[in-house]
């Protein structure tokens, strides 16, 4: 059957779902499972599982077609689109969900006649899970009719598209929502989404070397692999290209190398940078939060403080981008605001900051760090140990440990502070394993307790594996806390135990 004859053919009212999978059993159930009662059947391409995927698939019902890898996402969602029967095409990956909120909204649209156009859904990529929180939104179009004129293009970062129209699908905005779970940083290491991506992007550039869009591709790609100066330099090149071009997103090629340019140290190129992107779309939180980290760099605590009030200002309306940071405006700003009112020993202005941001994000580490260190400085002793060591027991990990003990080093006794460090050695490394328990040491030297002061200090020989190991820490901290005894004490002490957590 040729594709005009079947373009005549009316379809059945309804939404199909499309997808490609490939060893997907962490997360296919979740996304069938978001779509139930949604949608009207699921077409599925596979690419080779080799795990439970298929299983779980016809679980739910759907319709299989095995097609093999070709180093061509295109070529399969197309594949997945052949399968498919009704009226209108939602398109979801197996790490993205369907926004609950979003389910009546689908719900009308496929009982709508489709008019040609598609429609633009906002992608929010979740990169903590268990909070909800997103790193960002952006807009793609993942509705559209189901017209065999209306195709994916590209091999990597493919777009829907008209046939015989070079740009992509025109499209309608809606208040859909689907959430993306597959930049969390464990999923990105299991499945090392970044060399491939740039694998793809390169070879697409190759045959195209002076196209900005598949530059900008291979960029991103660059930079979710860990190569920020290759990212630079094709960013570069699409800032130079796309000169005098209509938006498209030159605006967040200029970000992101703002952000690349203040990460070497380039300040002043930076701002430049982070002021051409704003004088494009003054309405964006991103421009405004790189100039206020530029201008941070450059010492202009004032005039970034402006800057991030601005991308505050802005970020109240992220539909009006493309793609957007999410958290700018509901924490990020606000940090950066007490940061620079820390730097001016500002502490409760800077407070007041950061309750605020807590309002919005009252797990972010970062702010409950900072906002514990401001509740230190203007006296507020108790705020800050709930803070310090609520910070360390929800994350439990190596930095939240440091501030923790520190603290309480600085204000509990001898007792308080042999207990923190009890309870921060399992997430410790060696270095700071001995640290804390010499440091205990000294304050036991301190209060007069020296056969306790000796116990610890064989505990870190027992890690260090003698004493001639120890000895240059040791000599260290007795020097910085000013208790010599420690280095004799050291000298008559015996490994205990495994010397690592009890």
Known sequence: MSRSSRRAQPRAAGISLCMIVRNEERFLADALTSVAGVVDEICIVDTGSTDATVAIAESFGARIAHVAWCDDFSFVRNAALELATRAWILVLDADERLAPSSHDAV?????????????????????DAERGVSASTNAIVRIFPNDPAIRYRGRLHEFVGRAGEPASLAAARTAIEILHYGYQPDVLAERGKGERNLRLSAAALAADPDNPTLLYNHAMSAMLAGQPDVARTGLERVVALTEGTPRGFRPQALNILAGIYLD????????????RCIAIVPTLPDGHFARGRALIALGRLHEARDAFGAAIAQGQNPGDHFIVDDEIALWKAHNEIAGTLMTEKRYADARRWLELALGNRSGERALVLNHARCCEEVGDLAAALAGFRGAFAAFRDQDSAVHYVNFVFRHGSPDVCLAAVEDVLPVANVDYQCAFLTSAAAMMVRAGRPADARGLLGRVVAIRGDRVAAAPLVSALAQRYGTPELEHLLAGAEPAGNGGPR
């Open 107 to 127: 719900r009308a649209l496929a009982q709508t006649p489709p008019d040609g156009l598609g429609r633009w859904i906002w992608c929010r990529n979740i990169t």
């Open 264 to 275: 070497e140290q380039r300040p002043a190129d930076a701002l430049a940078t982070a002021d």
